[in-house]
């Protein structure tokens, strides 16, 4: 006896169809990660709290203290996507760092800290990258929307040809593999992630001269969609693949900028750079880094 009519479907179809389904809900369930599961509030007391059945965390500052939190695992290489929603109003003094590390004197990083500004002023976006122990590779870019009105991702791609910086999946800034002609790349230190909020009044906001307006205080940042597709490290000599979005695949691990992303990289640096330590003539008289003149997207 036939098993469909004018109006249904096959049996086998159906099924078939509710199968497909099943399987792409359970892939975006898992598609953004806990904050219960995948990190540690670490400082802060009651600063730093998880919400929303850990879908969303805030980081507070006051002036006792601020607060942090870091990753439970370990990565070496992957991208790490985070959206962040910065602190409004007047945040003049505050910092908000976002980065991955090591630990140790001769340490792995690679650093997002957005420096807070008075009321109507842009945020600086702040990068740098260690390794080794050294760092001294900064640029700083204002950002082309308000980064306090909404949440924006910020990713961090890291195999072990580069080092992309990506805000809202536009790049703007390389750090390339230049081993070759001597400059240390960040690639045998498994790195957690860290983030904190905290008072650099001393010289976050105009080198210092731009106090913190504690009547402002509390001052809150919040995060949520973390989003981890990397080699989570295991042993002293072993990492596995892990992705908190299975619907991605492992791109990161040979990305490099193609065309267009080649024009808004030049877009971003050109418009928006306020800062380069390549091109800091007064602040290395006998000659800019190596890298400086290697390395076109730095």
Same mark, same amino acid.
């Given at each position: 006896?036939?098993?469909?009519?004018?109006?249904?479907?096959?049996?086998?179809?159906?099924?078939?169809?509710?199968?497909?389904?099943?399987?792409? !809900?359970?892939?975006?369930?898992?598609?953004? #990660? +806990?904050?219960? %599961?995948? *990190?540690?509030?670490?400082?802060?007391?009651?600063? &730093?709290?998880?919400?929303?059945?850990?879908?969303?965390?805030?980081?507070?500052?006051?002036?006792?203290?601020?607060?942090?939190?870091?990753?439970?695992?370990?990565?070496?290489?992957?991208?790490?996507?985070?959206?962040?929603?910065?602190?409004?109003?007047?945040?003049?003094?505050?910092?908000?760092?976002?980065?991955?590390?090591?630990?140790?004197?001769?340490?792995?990083?690679?650093?997002?800290?957005?420096?807070?500004?008075?009321?109507?002023?842009?945020?600086?976006?702040? !990068?740098?990258?260690?390794?080794?122990?050294? #760092? +001294?590779?900064? %640029?700083? *870019?204002?950002?082309?929307?308000?980064?306090?009105? &909404?949440?924006?991702?910020?990713?961090?791609?890291?195999?072990?040809?580069?080092?992309?910086?990506?805000?809202?999946?536009?790049?703007?800034?390389?750090?390339?593999?230049?081993?070759?002609?001597?400059?240390?790349?960040?690639?045998?230190?498994?790195?957690?992630?860290?983030?904190?909020?905290?008072?650099?009044?001393?010289?976050?906001?105009?080198?210092?001269?731009?106090?913190?307006?504690?009547?402002?205080?509390?001052?809150?940042?919040?995060?949520?969609?973390?989003?981890?597709?990397?080699?989570?490290?295991?042993?002293?000599?072993?990492?596995?693949?892990?992705?908190?979005?299975?619907?991605?695949?492992?791109?990161?691990?040979?990305?490099?900028?193609?065309?267009?992303?080649?024009?808004?990289?030049?877009?971003?640096?050109?418009?928006?750079?306020?800062?380069?330590?390549?091109?800091?003539?007064?602040?290395?008289?006998?000659?800019?880094?190596?890298?400086?003149?290697?390395?076109?997207?730095?």
């Amino acid at each position: 006896m036939s098993t469909t009519t004018s109006s249904s479907l096959p049996v086998s179809l159906l099924l078939s169809l509710l199968l497909s389904l099943f399987i792409l !809900t359970s892939l975006v369930a898992v598609s953004a #990660g +806990n904050f219960y %599961q995948d *990190f540690d509030i670490t400082w802060g007391d009651n600063r &730093a709290k998880i919400l929303n059945g850990g879908n969303l965390l805030t980081l507070s500052l006051d002036k006792i203290s601020g607060s942090g939190f870091q990753s439970k695992n370990e990565y070496l290489f992957g991208r790490i996507d985070m959206q962040i929603k910065l602190v409004a109003g007047n945040s003049a003094g505050t910092v908000t760092a976002y980065y991955l590390s090591s630990q140790g004197p001769t340490h792995d990083e690679i650093d997002f800290e957005f420096l807070g500004n008075v009321s109507g002023d842009p945020y600086i976006l702040h !990068t740098n990258v260690f390794s080794q122990g050294k #760092g +001294n590779r900064e %640029q700083q *870019f204002y950002l082309w929307f308000d980064p306090t009105m &909404a949440f924006h991702t910020y990713s961090i791609v890291w195999n072990t040809q580069r080092i992309i910086f990506l805000v809202d999946n536009i790049p703007i800034r390389v750090f390339n593999n230049l081993e070759s002609i001597g400059i240390p790349f960040p690639k045998s230190q498994p790195m957690r992630i860290y983030s904190s909020l905290w008072n650099a009044d001393d010289w976050a906001t105009r080198g210092g001269l731009v106090k913190t307006d504690w009547t402002k205080a509390p001052f809150t940042a919040s995060y949520r969609n973390f989003k981890a597709n990397a080699c989570v490290w295991t042993s002293e000599s072993s990492c596995v693949s892990l992705s908190t979005n299975s619907l991605q695949t492992s791109e990161w691990q040979n990305q490099a900028l193609n065309a267009a992303e080649r024009n808004r990289i030049r877009w971003v640096q050109q418009k928006y750079m306020v800062y380069n330590y390549c091109g800091d003539f007064k602040r290395f008289p006998q000659g800019l880094p190596a890298e400086c003149k290697r390395s076109r997207f730095l």
